[in-house]
T-cell receptor, first 115, second 114 residues
Framework: AQSVAQPEDQVNVAEGNPLTVKCTYSVSGNPYLFWYVQYPNRGLQFLLKYITGDNLVKGSYGFEAEFNKSQTSFHLKKPSALVSDSALYFC?????????????FGAGTRLFVKA | DGGITQSPKYLFRKEGQNVTLSCEQN?????MYWYRQDPGQGLRLIYY???????QKGDIAEGYSVSREKKESFPLTVTSAQKNPTAFYLC?????????????FGPGTRLTVT
């Protein structure tokens, strides 16, 4: 079965330190990969996506993500965390060869950045 | 939250009543989606529509119904057959087709059924 795993329910990091939010997936073919962020009682906002090419993708608010095909991972990173980055982060995968429109979301990782 | 609006933000209903959640978009997107979000479970797809007058069931369609009479609108009805309707409901839209298209989400409707 196709799935997306975010192994950490919560990540805690001090402001100014680098952060990583992990994501691994189990999807056949070469899927499209996404990260979204959700602030309390709001909808999700798109951060970045990987289609093809460079394994390091840059997105909004200084976030970037590293694609690793052999490890089927797509970890979200930021060199220096801000308190305002505290939110719920979702990794998502869209299979590229199904002809359908379904996107599979991970369960989410809550990021706490402490001042 | 882009050009997608959902109303109302909070909705309270008694058990046994049907309720309709509104979703409107002005992004000219062909594809629209409804998700349900429960704590610790991520987003689960209820229904999606690729074009007007056409829609498909997602992973948890039982107890829900939708219509797509206009490109801009994709209302979701939560029927009395849905056993656990209390949740946060998110509507989204995207460009249609087999591309790497991200989804744009509305602000959500929190439904509480007692």
């Amino acid at each position: 079965a196709q799935s997306v795993a975010q192994p950490e329910d919560q990540v805690n990091v001090a402001e100014g330190n680098p952060l990583t939010v992990k994501c691994t997936y189990s999807v056949s073919g070469n899927p499209y990969l996404f990260w979204y962020v959700q602030y309390p009682n709001r909808g999700l906002q798109f951060l970045l996506k990987y289609i093809t090419g460079d394994n390091l993708v840059k997105g909004s608010y200084g976030f970037e993500a590293e694609f690793n095909k052999s490890q089927t991972s797509f970890h979200l990173k930021k060199p220096s965390a801000l308190v305002s980055d505290s939110a719920l982060y979702f990794c998502a995968v869209r299979p590229s060869n199904t002809g359908g429109f379904k996107t599979i979301f991970g369960a989410g990782t809550r990021l706490f950045v402490k001042a | 939250d882009g050009g997608i609006t959902q109303s109302p933000k909070y909705l309270f209903r008694k058990e046994g009543q049907n309720v309709t959640l509104s979703c409107e978009q002005n992004l000219n997107h062909d594809a629209m989606y409804w998700y349900r979000q429960d704590p610790g479970q991520g987003l689960r797809l209820i229904y999606y529509s690729q074009i007007v007058n056409d829609f498909q069931k997602g992973d948890i369609a039982e107890g829900y119904s939708v219509s797509r009479e206009k490109k801009e609108s994709f209302p979701l009805t939560v029927t009395s057959a849905q056993k656990n309707p209390t949740a946060f409901y998110l509507c989204a839209s995207s460009i249609s087709g087999e591309g790497s298209y991200e989804q744009y989400f509305g602000p959500g409707t929190r439904l509480t059924v007692t």
